[in-house]
């Protein structure tokens, strides 16, 4: 029994021994070329290195180029079910750093600490007489997608050196939105001003493919530039503030 035993531990050990030294040298073009199925809209490309540290001069998702990425992997992780490492993206637009965790389920990130131009939300929140001035810097505790769609969050979104240009011009205090998952499957986002002369306050709701927003906005005090800017932006309350409105469908990232 002991013999029996002792070799079938052999065995495991030499299975495992195979697996790591296959998975170390394996290319991570080759890899990408047996996953790429399973990871479309997403599409890497320029790829090299191996599975462990890799790198794609391109990373694009529907048709739309981000940047460059490269990523490692943590050694323990081709011995299970879970792949676990960091990743780096550096872009024209975005500059990102993460870790993750992924298993067949869901993709795990956590430490997330993601730079991108406020300009990237005109098309979302479709003002074209204003050009979206300053930087998003979104730092997330966790995120988890499921079936290519975010599913859970915690952290906050931060716009810094906020303003408007274009038919009227404005600068402002940072705008804060701090996401939580209030319960399985919805994102709720909560939008705070910086305490300037912009007053802002909303809520943002992510469950599943539905995005909506809705976020109040008025003026603090006296500033003429941000009252002029505010008449472009949303719809005209009664107490004089501008609502703003939006509601959209998300796509799959993978």
């Given at each position: 029994?002991?013999?029996?035993?002792?070799?079938?531990l052999a065995?495991?050990?030499?299975v495992a021994l195979f697996v790591v030294v296959v998975a170390a040298t394996l290319p991570?073009?080759?890899?990408?070329?047996?996953l790429e199925p399973k990871l479309q809209p997403l599409r890497l490309q320029g790829i090299d290195g191996n599975l462990w540290t890799g790198r794609a001069t391109q990373v694009s998702v529907y048709a739309?180029?981000?940047?460059?990425l490269r990523w490692t992997l943590e050694p323990a992780a081709v011995l299970s079910i879970h792949a676990r490492g960091q990743a780096a993206l550096a872009g024209r637009d975005l500059n990102a750093l993460t870790r993750f965790d992924v298993s067949r389920e869901q993709v795990s990130l956590s430490e997330v600490d993601a730079r991108i131009p406020a300009s990237v939300l005109a098309p979302a929140l479709d003002i074209p007489s204003l050009v979206l001035l300053g930087e998003l810097n979104l730092k997330?505790?966790?995120?988890?997608?499921?079936?290519?769609?975010a599913a859970a969050a915690e952290g906050t979104l931060v716009w810094r050196n906020a303003g408007v240009s274009g038919a009227a011009e404005a600068r402002f205090s940072d705008i804060t939105v701090s996401f939580s998952s209030p319960r399985a499957g919805v994102i709720e986002g909560i939008v705070r001003d910086g305490g300037g002369t912009l007053a802002a306050d909303g809520r943002i709701l992510?469950?599943?493919?539905?995005?909506?927003?809705e976020i109040k906005l008025g003026v603090r005090g006296e500033d003429a530039q941000l009252a002029e800017a505010l008449l472009y932006v949303g719809q005209r309350m009664p107490d004089g503030r501008s609502l703003l409105r939006v509601d959209g469908t998300l796509r799959r990232l993978f």
């Open positions: 029994m002991k013999k029996w035993l002792g070799g079938l065995l495991v050990a030499f991570a073009a080759t890899a990408y070329r047996y739309l180029p981000l940047g460059e997330l505790t966790s995120l988890q997608l499921r079936s290519g769609l992510i469950e599943g493919k539905r995005f909506t927003a």
